[in-house]
C-alpha cells in the first residue's frame, strides 16, 4: 500500500478533494482527525484551536496501524501546522510522521479570503485572513522542508493546477 499524503490549513478543502480522488481512483481517503477521534479522543470539529497537539499526534499514528486497508493507495489527510490553545502557529515536528511510510506529499492551497468565508459558513468561527495566511505560508514551508529533507515527492494543488495534473501525480 502507498500512504500519500494530503496537507493543508483548515478549510482549504482537503475533505472535498479527497472525496473527489476517491470517486476516480482506487483509494481510500481518511482525515487524522478521525483517527485521533476513533482512538477516543474528543475533538471538536468546529474550534480549530488544538490542545494536547504531541498525544493526539501519536493517537492517530497508533490508529493507523491499526487499519486494515485493502485499496492501494491510502490518502491521509491532516496537517504540517496546527493552531495551538492560544491561537499560535505551531509546527508539527518531522519525527510526527516517522514510521508512517510516506511516499508522496500533496499541499493543498487556496485563497485565504476563501478559506475564511469557508471555515465561517462551515464552523460559524471568523478566522482573519491574516492569521490564516500566516498558517498557509508556515504549512507550505513545513511541507517543502519535510519533502526535501526526506527525499519526498510534492505536488503544491491550488485553484490554477489541473485536476488530471493531480491525478497523474498520484498515479505514477
Known sequence: MEYIFLAGIHGVGKSTLAAKLE???NLK???ISNLIRNAGKNLDSANKRTGDISQNQELWKMELKNLKITE????LDGHFCLLDINKNITPLPFTTFAGT???KVILMQKNTQTIRE???KRDNIEYSVDILQKLQENET??????SEENNIKLFIFNESTDFPELI???TN
Open 118 to 120: 469557508q471555515l465561517l
Open 101 to 103: 511510510d510516506m511516499s
Open 29 to 31: 481517503s481518511l482525515s
Open 141 to 146: 514551508y513545513q511541507a517543502i522542508k519535510y
Open 168 to 170: 497523474d501525480f498520484i
Open 72 to 75: 492501494e493507495i491510502l490518502l
Open 23 to 25: 470517486n476516480e481512483l
